[in-house]
């Protein structure tokens, strides 16, 4: 039996009930009172039931399709989209989807993107990026066929013979292409990312917004390593104080903005600002002493000065050919960032009181490194030895003191300061001291 | 009962303190009442950007 049939010769409770109607939600067991205006209208609380004996009772007009043929029903033309398919995906429906944007067989961008995942991993970070800025199709879009009125297998062939043919230019390409994209997807991320955190939009919509999102992202990024970099110079060249003030009145406003209008494009650049000023303090990082190499020579004591500074760069103090009486001789070293390298004759003892904020601290043959290092080495000496008390300030970089400029460059292990050593060992390099008393945190 | 539309904005409020109590570190540092170091600092900065990621989650999903 028909629909149709069963329309015109069931009773009305059947045809109400029939389930290809779209069903209206009331109540169980409730009638719609007439008095209550229904999403309908006033018109929808009236019976819709009609007199028996009129003729176009039996003339209904015709009941809406199912909702599985809607789609179905010509609705004008739409634009084209580059969707992922939902019936023809292997993974992710990518190679589906532009093969039917391209109304090509999707067995060829398969092809290639296993061929570039082969030759470099373009292949992996284009299935990846493709998968995240190409949008999903949706539940009820329809599935085109892939292309008709060709042999797949033929296809296959003649691609995969192309794709042998053409491997050392792939290979080149490929490896170039990775290089492009790797840190290009890197970026895409990141400024995703961050425009996320900064902005509350997550990575969906379709490729305009995930791209807008990403250079949104990344605009915010180069403004954070403006602001770093600004923040650091300002900091290690004296203006700490202006920095902190600058952060406390960003917190001020940040909070202000709470109760009156929310500013929380703020917050990002704020603590950019507050964490690279708080590394460059912690670090102990000081401009003052310039930037660049510096290498100083004294020819004796006299012009050996209690205290040298850098800013950045390597500053070098060679006392081989200084004539050193005996005796304790002080040696202030402040570098920011950089090395900070002492070069003392055999016969000199050499006292160790160092502290570097990230960087590695190397006294002849004992070293120590990490964050917050600190080295406090004191060794006795005879009275007719001349005993060199370094006190070194590193923010970021290190500290050498070497009997050769060869060993600079020596980059083996050495043994710790975390020794416990009470006393000089065999080959340590500070054998001119009597004994000593190392100690060490990093 | 209507609903406030005027009720602060909890992430500004964390995000906001967060960056006095780092601004107030640095302040501290310079004045030399405290010797900051990246032993100090590493957990006073995750502490901060915990705080306001939290808070930020948090008011996305209410």
Request: proline residues 9%; aromatic residues 4%; contains cysteine.
């Amino acid at each position: 039996m028909t629909r149709d049939e069963e329309r015109q010769d069931g009773p009305e409770e059947e045809r109400e009930g029939n389930a290809d109607e779209p069903a209206r939600e009331e109540p169980v067991g409730q009638e719609p009172s007439p008095e209550e205006p229904t999403a309908e209208g006033p018109t929808a609380a009236t019976p819709p039931e009609p007199a028996p004996e009129d003729p176009r009772a039996s003339q209904d007009p015709p009941p809406p399709p199912p909702p599985d043929q809607a789609p179905t029903q010509p609705l004008g033309p739409e634009p084209r989209r580059l969707l992922r398919s939902r019936s023809n995906r292997v993974i992710g429906g990518v190679c589906g989807g532009l093969g039917r944007y391209f109304n090509v067989d999707p067995i060829l961008f398969r092809i290639g993107a296993i061929a570039l995942a082969l030759v470099g991993g373009a292949g992996v970070l284009l299935y990846l990026a493709a998968l995240v800025l190409i949008p999903n199709e949706t539940q009820g879009a329809a599935a085109q066929p892939p292309a008709e009125g060709r042999s797949r297998a033929l296809t296959i062939a003649v691609v995969v013979l192309v794709l042998l043919v053409a491997w050392p230019f792939l290979l080149g390409g490929g490896v170039i292409a990775a290089a492009v994209l790797f840190p290009l997807a890197f970026l895409v991320a990141a400024g995703v990312l961050v425009w996320w955190i900064v902005s509350g939009e997550g990575p969906s919509g379709d490729a305009g917004d995930i791209a807008r999102r990403a250079a949104l992202g990344i605009g915010v990024l180069i403004l954070c390593g403006v602001i770093a970099l600004g923040g650091a110079w300002a900091a290690a060249a004296g203006g700490g104080i202006v920095v902190g003030v600058v952060v406390v009145a960003s917190g001020l406003a940040i909070l202000a903005g709470a109760f009156l209008k929310p500013v929380r494009w703020l917050i990002l650049p704020a603590v950019t600002l507050a964490l690279s000023a708080g590394a460059v303090a912690a670090a102990g990082i000081d401009l003052d002493g310039g930037v660049g190499d510096k290498t100083y020579r004294p020819a004796s004591a006299i012009d050996l000065r209690d205290r040298y500074e850098l800013g950045i760069g390597e500053l070098e103090i060679d006392l081989r050919d200084t004539d050193l009486p005996a005796g304790d001789r002080p040696l202030r070293l402040d570098v920011g960032v950089g090395e900070a390298r002492v070069i003392v004759p055999e016969d000199v003892c050499v006292v160790t009181d160092a502290d570097v904020g990230l960087g590695a601290v190397r006294v002849f043959e004992r070293d120590t490194g990490g964050i917050d290092v600190g080295v406090l080495d004191e060794p006795d000496a005879s009275p007719d030895t001349t005993r060199l008390m370094v006190n070194a300030d590193v923010g970021v970089g290190a500290l050498s003191v070497v009997h050769d400029p060869a060993d600079f460059d020596y980059g083996g292990p050495g043994r710790d300061f975390d020794g416990g050593l009470e006393e000089p060992f065999p080959g340590d390099g500070n054998a001119a001291c009597l004994d000593t008393g190392a100690r060490a945190n990093g | 009962m209507p609903v406030r539309t005027d009720r602060p904005d909890v992430p500004s409020i964390v995000a906001g303190i967060a960056v006095l109590a780092l601004g107030a570190v640095l302040l501290l540092d310079e004045t030399g009442v405290i010797e900051l170091s990246f032993g100090l600092l590493a957990p006073v900065a995750c502490a901060a950007a915990g705080a306001i990621l939290l808070a930020s989650g948090l008011a996305r999903r209410t």
